[in-house]
């Protein structure tokens, strides 16, 4: 972003540092008047459209989870950034980040550390904060999970969720039953995360705490698909793996359709969340000439996921990820039910039972405790995951099973192997996951960006953001043209209607009219009432719109139903 405009969100009570009276803390900001409320809107226009729209339900789940969820997840192992020590200053740096600063490699976090290292070397490399030299530093993994104790003493070890997702997938087996078992179905929520980044920068981009929207949407990999003529329409630019790799900067711009059918999204849920989003980032004002899906690199996909594509908008001429749409399989879900002590199964009832034929076994543990002591529990279970997935195994005189590494011999007659036909109702699944999960934050900043202009009116130079009506912090203004002769009582009246009405209003008498609009248009309110004397002899107000300074008189009767209007879309100011 740049300094004008971090200036102004600043100056204007959108974001800044926080705790600066006590020095600040890197990687955490507070939202201002104007910024809370934008972001607020921006939430609430999320919810509106992957909550409501998409008929899925939302949860607000702990910030606090006990350690076994993350050692089921993954991320103790995996949650790692790359890290380098400065030997001069002690300070800690991202490898990746200063390789991409200093260099003309683009995507130094999905290489392994030992090509990391070589690029620090072979480039000479400088610590940011000192100049001293990092070739020859080791790169380690970082993890970035804030670590706390539950309860008192020492507790019981737990973490700050990195992310909203596994509060989702911890209680699916509750969630499930509120679905009524029916797949395909949603589930939101839109909360705080936390991660130790090793160097926040770049204000709201990346921080310490954060706010998350994400969507856990688990569907059957073997059931139907969206229904893509409600996005036929929606052209996605896509940069995927291989023009990437090509080094081009050339996107292909495809229908969800398109892209499925030239094989660019490998799913039909991905390619149909990618277009339900490029829809909602464009009605927050994120700017599309400025915004493209891009597909990870295989090395870095996180460790759940299949496939990810990345929605990016460009500001100050680097491109900022704002969500990522993820494939997780069944992988969080699988995980869970390994480790938890509940299923996260869901049961799907065919059509008409079916008759099948099953394999199973019933070892002698007579012959096998006997022959194989405390290992004969482990081969009885491995006799029976084989009879599962691999019956011609029991075809000879003998079957040999592995456990732990060691080869197991059991005579085919002692393992009570058997075929037998069963009448199934439907079948266990365990669903996959498609995952849209967006930054607000970012969203904010990028919003922000996109829709600061600098123009002139009248003579005069005005910054502007031309924010939508929808997320813009406050909906109208209203001003007597000054306070006297009843002008501003009349104007803190309708300000009142407005507000009961459910419109934000910001009431304003300070400084001569032009000055009053400046300010308005430099926070992004669309809508300014100005009330004259003219109101009070005609009871009509001037309306005043943001981006073209046109004015049109409105009668006070009609002014809350028409600045709804407005700001829901249903009106164009053009039409007044």
């Not at 607020?40 to 350690?67: C, H, K, L, Y």
């Not at 229904?227 to 996605?236: G, I, P, S």
Request: hydrophobic share 35%; with cysteine; glycine share 10%.
């Amino acid at each position: 972003m740049s300094e004008t405009v971090s200036e102004l969100a600043r100056r204007r009570g959108f974001f800044f540092q926080a705790s600066e009276a006590y020095g600040g803390a890197a990687g955490f900001y507070t939202y201002g008047p104007e910024g809370a409320a934008l972001k607020r809107n921006i939430e609430d226009a999320w919810r509106d459209r992957f909550v409501t729209r998409e008929g899925n339900m939302e949860i607000d789940s702990p910030t606090v989870t006990p350690e076994p969820v993350f050692q089921a997840s993954g991320h103790l192992d995996d949650f790692d950034d790359m890290l380098v020590e400065c030997p001069d200053c002690g300070e800690s740096h991202r490898a990746d980040h200063v390789i991409e600063d200093n260099t003309d490699v683009e995507d130094a976090e999905s290489m392994p550390t030992d090509e990391v290292e070589a690029l620090i070397a072979d480039h000479e490399l400088v610590c940011p904060a000192c100049g001293g030299p990092l070739a020859g530093q080791s790169v380690t993994g970082f993890n970035l999970m804030f670590d706390t104790t539950i309860g008192p003493g020492d507790g019981d070890p737990g973490y700050l969720r990195p992310e909203t997702a596994q509060g989702m997938f911890t209680e699916f087996p509750r969630l499930k039953e509120y679905a009524r078992n029916q797949l395909p179905f949603g589930v939101a929520q839109v909360g705080t995360g936390y991660r130790n980044e090793i160097s926040p920068r770049n204000a709201l981009l990346r921080t310490r705490e954060f706010t998350m929207a994400e969507l856990e949407f688990f569907v059957d990999p073997a059931g139907d698909g969206p229904a893509l003529d409600r996005v036929a329409d929606v052209e996605l630019p896509l940069y995927p793996v291989d023009a990437q790799q090509a080094a081009g900067e050339e996107y292909l711009r495809l229908t969800p359709q398109e892209a499925l059918a030239e094989g660019v999204v490998g799913g039909e849920w991905v390619a149909y969340f990618l277009a339900r989003s490029k829809q909602w980032f464009e009605r927050v004002g994120v700017d599309m000439d400025r915004f493209r899906f891009r597909q990870h690199l295989p090395g870095e996909l996180a460790h759940y996921a299949s496939d990810c594509w990345d929605a990016e908008g460009e500001v100050d001429g680097d491109w900022v990820e704002l969500e990522g749409v993820a494939s997780r399989t069944d992988y969080d879900l699988s995980k869970h039910d390994e480790h938890a002590d509940d299923s996260f199964t869901v049961f799907q009832a065919y059509d008409e039972p079916k008759t099948v034929e099953r394999a199973s076994v019933d070892p002698e543990m007579s012959y096998l405790g006997p022959e194989f002591g405390g290992a004969a529990g482990d081969v009885a279970d491995a006799l029976a995951a084989l009879a599962a997935r691999d019956r011609a195994a029991f075809d000879g005189d003998e079957v040999t099973v592995d456990v732990d590494g060691e080869a197991y011999t059991v005579p085919t007659e002692r393992t009570g192997f058997e075929v037998a036909e069963e009448t199934e109702s439907g079948r266990h699944i365990i669903p996959h996951v498609v995952e849209p999960a967006f930054g607000i934050g970012r969203a904010v900043y990028t919003a922000l960006a996109h829709s600061y202009e600098a123009d002139e009116v009248d003579g005069e130079p005005r910054d502007v953001l031309r924010l939508p009506a929808e997320v813009a912090p406050t909906t109208v203004g209203v001003f007597p043209l000054m306070d006297k002769d009843g002008l501003g009582e009349r104007a803190r009246e309708i300000a009142a209607e407005l507000r009961a009405a459910g419109l934000a209003v910001t009431y304003d008498d300070s400084g001569n009219i032009g000055r009053r609009y400046r300010r308005q248009d430099e926070v992004g309110t669309p809508y300014c009432v100005t009330v004259d004397y003219e109101a009070l002899e005609e009871g009509a107000v001037t309306l005043r719109d943001r981006d073209t300074t046109t004015q049109v008189r409105v009668p006070i009767a009609e002014v809350a139903e028409t600045l709804v209007g407005l700001r829901d879309g249903e009106l164009r100011f053009e039409a007044l």
